[in-house]
């Protein structure tokens, strides 16, 4: 089974970024890969990780972790095979928390794959501009598409200092599942990958 985590990538309260998760979380049950067993999704709030202010005194890239915190962090992402993140944009970007939370890591991130829903005024499309190439750096296949839901029509939001109601016009849905089509099907692939290769640490003559 592929495994999917839905990643809710503010910690702010109050946040948007978790009702949209959550919409993302449950259309991704429909999806006909979900519905069969051939994937699952799970959500994974930054919120609920604890972790501060990049804190290891070793870089990532030598996976020596020395706080608890980073390898149950470690431990959780190693265990999936593809990643959709939920962001919003904050100042043309993605949160300090979701970079933070990738430059933890290093070798957990590799050779996976990443879709993307984002939210804000221009619906978060320069913050998975800034993602994607952050992304790469740590060997994460980025799909291409997004799902990009606007502050002005695909929420109500009486109260805009509050996370509001999400009401994602029709066509977003469908975008998800093409989204969800291509990372259950790039997470596939890397798992192939992924296993071809030596384990970290050897080399091949």
């Not at 503010?10 to 067993?37: F, I, Q, Y």
């Not at 609920?48 to 980073?70: M, N």
């Not at 740590?138 to 839901?149: C, I, N, P, R, S």
């Amino acid at each position: 089974m592929i495994r999917i985590a839905v990643i809710v990538g503010s910690t702010r309260p109050h946040r948007r970024t978790e009702v949209v998760a959550r919409w993302a979380l449950d259309a991704a049950g429909r999806h006909p890969s979900v519905k069969n067993g051939a994937a699952a999704v799970e959500l994974v709030d930054l919120a609920d990780q604890g972790l501060p202010l990049l804190d290891e005194p070793v870089s990532a890239a030598f996976g020596q972790y020395s706080h608890e915190h980073t390898r149950r962090w470690a431990r959780l992402i190693d265990g999936f095979d593809g990643f959709l993140f939920v962001t919003p944009e904050y100042n043309h970007s993605f949160p300090a928390a979701l970079k933070n939370a990738i430059d933890y890591l290093y070798g957990e991130w590799f050779h996976k794959a990443a879709g993307f829903v984002s939210h804000g005024v221009h619906g978060g499309t320069r913050a998975v501009e800034h993602l994607r190439t952050v992304l790469s750096e740590v060997k994460v296949a980025t799909v291409g598409g997004q799902v990009a839901l606007s502050a002005f029509t695909d929420f109500e939001l009486p109260d805009p200092t509050q996370p509001g109601e999400i009401t994602p016009g029709d066509h977003h849905e469908p975008t998800l599942m093409e989204v969800l089509d291509d990372l259950v099907a790039w997470s596939g692939a890397l798992r192939q990958v992924r296993a071809a290769l030596p384990p970290a640490g050897t080399t091949e003559n």
